[in-house]
DNA sequence: CTTGCTGCAAACAGTTTGCAGAACT
DNA sequence: AGTTCTGCAAACTGTTTGCAGCAAG
């Protein structure tokens, strides 16, 4: 949370941007969310207690959050682009090399997207999950 | 193929379907190809050997494909719907539920392929792989 | 003062829908 | 003959963009 708040002060600073009212504004209401909510709803929601913050601004915004990896794009099957808090317990997955036992981590933001897409498919709320991918490793190839 | 061909002409007949010009071409089309195809690619491929067959009918009958079971919709983050054929002798996934210990088996082609885009980024030869998700199901969400 | 940011409305892109005519059963 | 399906174009929906004014540095 304030961890999340650091991270996008420090983004907006190293990208050279410009700290404004309607960012914190829209940081904290994104903040004081859970699961998968869509631009739409966010921008209602903000409308509820701060008057004039446009669609757009609404828009723009979610994508710099992204950007400076605090929320992550959603994609279900409504039409609706949603963004979810990138949670700081995030795992990563893994190659595993069933030959010599090394294991390289790794994290893709795509899969994680299709898992979603796949659990919500079936009714399914993830809470985590684990990958783990099994093979050769460049050295043990040759 | 032959099995997916069948399998759409059984679904016309349940559903009570009429079986058209159009939809045998589009299906020709869809089983033609490979990967995750756009609407609109799909669209044209078929307007290359099939003058009139309009947008609207490729939307339609890609919907009929996916309910038929034969396609898949996959969303990706260019703003277009993409189709993927259903391919039998797929490896299943599982969704576990944390609270009943249900499981539901899934497939994802397109996982399966950003996996093998990331092994061979870190240089790995992928041999298998275990995919977890874990959650609530739709009945211990409530 | 300079430049980036915002709100608005208009523009866009992909998808859906209404309807008259064509095609299937 | 009775319906469903199709093609077209218009309508829709979510998102992006141009621009004049506003605000942060």
Chains 1, 2 share one sequence.
Not at 67 to 73: N, Q, S
Not at 95 to 111: D, G, P
Request: charged share 25%; hydrophobic share 40%; glycine share 6%.
């Amino acid at each position: 949370m304030l961890e999340k708040k650091r991270m996008f002060a420090n983004f907006v600073v190293a990208q050279g941007l410009r700290s404004t009212r309607q960012r914190d504004i829209i940081l904290d209401v994104f903040l004081s969310t859970h699961q998968h909510i869509s631009v739409e709803e966010l921008y209602l929601k903000i409308k509820l207690s701060n008057q004039g913050i446009g669609h757009a601004t609404v828009y723009r915004t979610l994508k710099l959050f992204a950007e400076a990896g605090i929320a992550r794009e959603i994609l279900l099957h409504d039409g609706q682009t949603r963004y979810e808090q990138v949670s700081a317990g995030e795992h990563h997955d893994h190659l595993v090399c069933t030959s010599c036992n090394s294991i390289v981590e790794f994290e893709n933001a795509t899969i994680e997207q299709l898992q979603n897409e796949i659990a919500a498919r079936h009714g399914f709320l993830i809470i985590s999950h684990k990958m783990e991918l099994y093979g050769l490793c460049i050295s043990c190839r040759k």
